[in-house]
C-alpha cells in the first residue's frame, strides 16, 4: 500500500537537530524538534516512530522517513 502525498511532512537535518518549516497542527514556522538522529534513523528503516511537537503539543506516527520528508499515517496538507 502506498502512502498519499498528502501524509507527507518535509523536514531539515541541521548541525545534528531536525527542523520542520511548519507544524501540521498550529501553524507554528520554523519548528525544532526534539527527535534524536537515532529516531530518525529508526523511522528511516521503516519503524513506527513518534514525533511530539513543542509548539502544540501534538503528537504525529511517523510510518516511515526518507531524507526529505515524514511519511505519516494521517493526511498533514
Not at 24 to 53: D, H, I, Q
Amino acid at each position: 500500500m502506498a502512502i498519499p502525498f498528502d501524509h507527507t511532512l518535509p523536514y531539515e537535518k541541521q548541525m545534528g537537530e531536525i527542523y520542520v518549516d511548519t507544524c501540521p497542527y498550529c501553524g507554528e514556522e520554523n519548528v525544532l524538534t526534539y527527535m534524536k538522529p537515532e529516531a530518525l534513523s529508526r523511522a528511516k528503516e521503516g519503524v513506527k516512530t513518534r514525533l511530539n511537537f513543542p509548539c502544540c503539543f501534538q503528537t504525529m506516527t511517523i510510518i516511515e522517513a526518507d531524507d526529505d520528508y515524514f511519511w505519516a499515517d494521517e493526511s498533514l496538507r
